[in-house]
Structures are given as structure tokens and as C-alpha cells.
């Protein structure tokens, strides 16, 4: 599976982005697919997952009810709809995925910047 990102960029605080995830190489089907960041000097940290044959969806505390994760069966695609951003959600964003046989995530796309202005 391979994982192409985008649609970061820079937002004022209060603002919104839509990120993007594609898979290539086989469908998502029966994966665990969704996002991890990395603020600057900061650790890696999960953010939001969706089970794609399920829809059930999971979110970090620091992004629920501001963040919502989607996907489009038809376009093997995951969003991740960012909303009231904040300037500590200021990170690279980074696509994932998971086999249903994984416990941890195998795949990683590359990572998209977000950054948020106060």
C-alpha cells in the first residue's frame, strides 16, 4: 500500500483545512487507515483512525469535536476535516495504515505540514 498526502498549508487560528489521503496498490478494504502528527521538538502522536470496513472511527481527546475523519470507498481516499485549528495543531501530518492482522501501523505516507498563525 502506498499513501499520498496533502491538502496541508498554512491557516489562521480558528481556521479550517481538509486533509487527503490516496491509497495505491490495493484497496483499503479491511484496513485500519487514518492520521498521526508531529509538532516541531514534539513526539510522534495518533490523532484520528477510521476501521474502513466498519466506518467506526476513533479520535485523539485534543482533536474530538473539531476534527472529523471520512472516507470515499470510491476513491480509496481518507479526509481528515480540521476545524477551529489551533496554533498547537501545528504539525506534519502523516497518512497511515494498518493490515487487520497489525498491531501497529506498517504503512506511512509522506508527511503534509500543517501550520496554524495565531
Known amino acids: 500500500v502506498q499513501l499520498q498526502a496533502s491538502g496541508g498549508g498554512l491557516v489562521q487560528a480558528g481556521g479550517s483545512l481538509r486533509l487527503s489521503c490516496a491509497a495505491s496498490?490495493?484497496?483499503?478494504?479491511?484496513?485500519?487507515v487514518g492520521w498521526f502528527r508531529q509538532a516541531p521538538g514534539k513526539e510522534r502522536e495518533f490523532v484520528s483512525d477510521l476501521r474502513w470496513s466498519t466506518g467506526s472511527t476513533y479520535y485523539a481527546d485534543s482533536v474530538k469535536g473539531r476534527f472529523t475523519i471520512s472516507k470515499d470507498n470510491a476513491k480509496n481516499t481518507v479526509y481528515l476535516q480540521m476545524n477551529s485549528l489551533k496554533p498547537e495543531d501545528t504539525a506534519v501530518y502523516y497518512c497511515v495504515a494498518r493490515s487487520p492482522s497489525a498491531s501497529v501501523y506498517g504503512y506511512w505516507g509522506h508527511g503534509t505540514y500543517v501550520t496554524v498563525s495565531s
Open positions: 496498490g490495493r484497496p483499503f478494504s479491511t484496513y485500519a
